[in-house]
């Protein structure tokens, strides 16, 4: 570690100055010309684990815009989509596993780090033997589908000494670290009082996966809504105390024979903050707001991919508050690689996928049996 | 009534073809140009009772604007101000009341209709009493403190014959009127399943009546929040069948010594509509949104006096979408004058605040019990 690599302490990295990302990498077609510190040394070298959807859209392509994450290797149960892709993303064909060679990942040195894509009911086990090759692991959200399996994982990393850290990319974007700092700064407008958040999206096709319970382990709030309950715990900076909900499905809609449709949720937070949630898989919300004595402070769209916009109003004035674009994606591979070479612990550890899993329990349980759930 | 007077039956009046209001009377500052059928004949006229801030902002000036009501009374414990504000809006001493002479209205035949503008405590029976005295009468929401109130409200109309409305002054005007045809078409981008209503300003003066428990009823749920409440209940056109709600003042803030700052919670229609409320006395919030599967419609502002603004979204393609712009007051003031006139009921009758009444009370049990409440 040099010099240079002072800078990209997690604090500085996450926090700087103006509370943008700056040591994130930009797409140069996106924001050309930003002056970036030189590298620190080698890129640590990634296999993404389940080439579905979000890999092949998302994850393969943000190595491009990564400065300390590289993809050397892909694991996948399609040989044919994974010699594909390694042909165009050039990772050499000794570096494709299948999930029967996945454990000989640990005789393969040109892999440090794994990234995990798969269905949700995949994550606990396909984390867990990833740590015990020795590998660090980002595991998609949510982070498993039940709070004992994320315990068994957390527990893992701890045994193997490997990092393990839950892809919440939008806590390492800039406009959500710029609400973060708002809604937390009272002296940004006054104290939070009110969060309404909303995630949500019209589902297609009624076979895939996120709609069979077994692999999802629920319906939009596992997958979606989780954006909105995150938003609302990292927005306060706190924990909910008690949580209320409610939850609907059209009835007869196929997409909906396994997991619920919509799902609205009211937390309490020890400070005082409400956070009225909405989370759906019939109609698209895309929304967080923070309501203060003097004024608000908004991102909507708030948890896409790109094109994210903040307006900040006072009284009649309402305002744009462009920031920094990064490829979310890129952004939190790289804090993983960061903390990795530094010895330092991922903003969003396995304990912070727990704390979400507990939340969502208690939420269907509370949508369930009509009464308000304590949480401890 | 001649022939001209049909076009002022209630449903052409309100649901004109386009779903805007035609028959409003428009501020000729605000829209020129706009022609608008002959009036049926002379206006009625009207007493305002209660000469607050609401009545000399809003009510007082709003008679220039209206076609169908005229100001001939007034009624007010403060002398002073009403010799004032007679003089102002050209009212005949004669016709100045105070609140012991209040029941002499029944003598005074220049006087057809009372606006009750008084703290919410003192609607049952400044209401009942000008029913009494042979008035229509147009009451400011909410109804009044208690759902039995409303019901000796509503029999005192009965048993007088004489016409009853709640001043719920946004069903009169073209954004909301248009948000509601939008929400109710399953034409217009699928069925609605989420609606968003939030309703909340940072109030002032700890000193006064809002802020009374005995005199307001409750807090931002009984002033501003019924706001969002009433929206969930016309946008779906349904009643709710369960709520659940929570509540939370900041501590030590004088302003809440009696009554809540903010209370957050959700309905549960009968067709699967969920609807996710909040109201503050805290911070400012101010729109109604409905969520369809192919795209959503928004009023933000949704319950200014004036400055309404509609969006419609579809996918990534956001439009603005402008309506007349017409004064809240003058459109319901002649809404009751031509249902007078016609011998119609109002849109808003009692019944409609009586509604609202019994879900609030709703709402305190569920934010008090932590339980779903179900409502018959």
Redesign the interface.
């Known amino acids: 570690m040099n010099d240079d690599d002072m800078q990209f302490s997690r604090r500085s990295f996450l926090w700087s100055a103006g509370g943008a990302m700056v040591a994130a990498p930009l797409a140069a077609a996106q924001v050309p010309h930003i002056d970036l510190p030189p590298l620190p040394g080698e890129p640590l070298r990634w296999a993404v684990v389940g080439l579905g959807r979000l890999a092949v859209f998302q994850i393969l392509p943000a190595f491009a815009a990564s400065r300390a994450s590289r993809l050397t290797g892909l694991v996948s149960g399609s040989p044919d989509k994974a010699r594909h892709l390694a042909q165009l993303y050039g990772v050499d064909a000794r570096h494709i596993y299948d999930y029967d060679s996945y454990d000989s990942l640990a005789e393969d040195p040109e892999i440090d780090l794994v990234y995990v894509a798969l269905p949700n009911s995949m994550h606990a086990e396909y984390t867990i033997r990833a740590l015990r090759a020795g590998k660090h692991v980002l595991c998609e959200k949510p982070m498993a589908n039940s709070a004992p399996e994320c315990e068994e994982m957390i527990a893992a990393a701890r045994e193997t000494g490997r990092k393990l850290m839950i892809a919440y990319r939008l806590r390492y974007e800039p406009f959500n670290v710029e609400l973060i700092r708002i809604a937390r700064d009272p002296a940004e407008m006054g104290p939070t009082?009110?969060i309404?958040a909303?995630a949500?999206f019209?589902i297609g096709d009624p076979a895939q996966w996120r709609l069979r319970k077994a692999m999802a382990g629920g319906g939009s709030l596992m997958d979606i809504g989780i954006y909105a309950l995150n938003a609302s715990r990292y927005l306060t900076g706190e924990e909910p105390t008690?949580v209320?909900?409610?939850m609907?499905?059209?009835?007869g809609d196929p997409r909906f024979a396994e997991v619920e449709?919509?799902i609205?949720f009211?937390l309490?937070y020890p400070s005082?903050?409400?956070?009225?949630?909405?989370s759906?898989y019939?109609?698209?919300?895309n929304r967080f707001r923070v309501?203060?004595?003097?004024?608000?402070a908004e991102l909507e769209p708030a948890l896409s991919y790109r094109?994210l916009r903040m307006r900040v109003?006072r009284?009649?004035v309402v305002e744009q508050r462009p920031q920094r674009v990064v490829d979310h994606f890129a952004a939190e591979m790289d804090h993983l690689s960061r903390c990795v070479l530094d010895g330092t612990e991922p903003l969003t550890p396995g304990e912070e996928g727990l704390r979400d899993m507990r939340v969502i329990a208690a939420i269907y349980e509370a949508a369930r049996s009509?009464?308000?759930v304590a949480l401890s």
Do not use: F, Y
Not at 248 to 251: A, G, K, L, P, V
Not at 272 to 278: D, F, K, S
């Open positions: 009082r009110i309404e909303s949500g019209s008690h209320t909900a409610m609907d499905s059209t009835s449709e919509n609205t009211q309490r005082g903050i409400l956070a009225n949630c909405a759906s019939g109609v698209g919300m309501s203060k004595p003097e004024g608000w094109g109003g009284g009649e009509g009464e308000t």
